[in-house]
């Protein structure tokens, strides 16, 4: 079983869906929960950080966490053309980042 | 604002050549990385450094691989014998003491032929 599972999409949207991206893990060691944003040919910029179960929000996006579940989410509301990239979750054991496969997302006008 | 910054961006070599890639990280960070991201892939952890020394590496990162702060800005991957799989991006990372943020740089995109 991979550590980290993630589906790869790809997923369009039109704007100003309410995009859900998720990932489950296998792994209970994991601390930190992360999601990252990659545009092409770019290194990861991250998004949110967070360490315990429940909900961060930033802006249009929230991030929630289910420690029993092993699962966490990155909500993004009134999506934009310009959210169109590449997701990545990631989490933190140690300090190492182990990701998922990315989600490769459109956002069409 | 401050950023990581990678050198070169692509790298093309010859199987069996070394190659050294080279990073730049934020100037008060501490805590660096290397990851590799091979095409369609996921990125993967190689290897994190602080204090002149490896703190934790991957399976990936065998005996052709080393790390090296040669002075005090720069932090360098080296691969000593270079194959075909190891084509990839490769990405530098840095983080501060204290912070939870690894900031990626650019990538270099290493092809071996």
């Known amino acids: 079983q991979k550590e980290v599972e993630q589906d790869p999409g790809p997923l369009s949207v039109p704007e100003g869906a309410i995009v859900s991206l998720n990932c489950t893990y296998s792994n209970s060691a994991f601390q930190y929960f992360m999601w990252y944003r990659q545009y092409s040919r770019k290194g990861p910029e991250l998004l949110m950080y967070?360490?315990?179960?429940g909900n961060k929000e930033d802006g249009r996006f929230t991030a929630q966490v289910d420690k029993s579940s092993k699962y966490i989410s990155l909500f993004i509301r009134d999506s934009q053309p310009s959210d169109s990239a590449t997701y990545l979750c990631?989490?933190?054991?140690?300090?190492?980042?182990?990701f998922g496969e990315g989600t490769q997302l459109t956002v069409n006008p | 604002e401050p950023e990581v910054t990678q050198t070169p961006s692509h790298q093309v070599t010859q199987m069996g050549q070394e190659v050294i890639l080279r990073c730049v990280p934020i100037s008060n960070h501490l805590y660096f990385y290397w990851y590799r991201q091979i095409l369609g892939q996921k990125v993967e952890f190689l290897v994190s450094?602080?204090?002149?020394?490896?703190?934790?590496k991957s399976e990936i990162f065998d005996d052709q691989f080393s790390v090296e702060r040669p002075d005090g800005s720069n932090f360098t991957l080296k691969i000593r014998s270079t194959k075909l799989e190891d084509s990839a991006m490769y990405f530098c990372?840095?983080?501060?003491?204290?912070?939870?943020?690894?900031?990626f740089g650019p990538g270099t995109r290493l092809t071996v032929l």
């Open positions: 990372a840095s983080r501060r003491t204290g912070g939870r943020e690894q900031f």
């Open positions: 967070t360490y315990s179960s």
């Open positions: 450094f602080y204090n002149n020394e490896i703190s934790e």
């Open positions: 990631a989490m933190r054991r140690g300090s190492r980042l182990t």
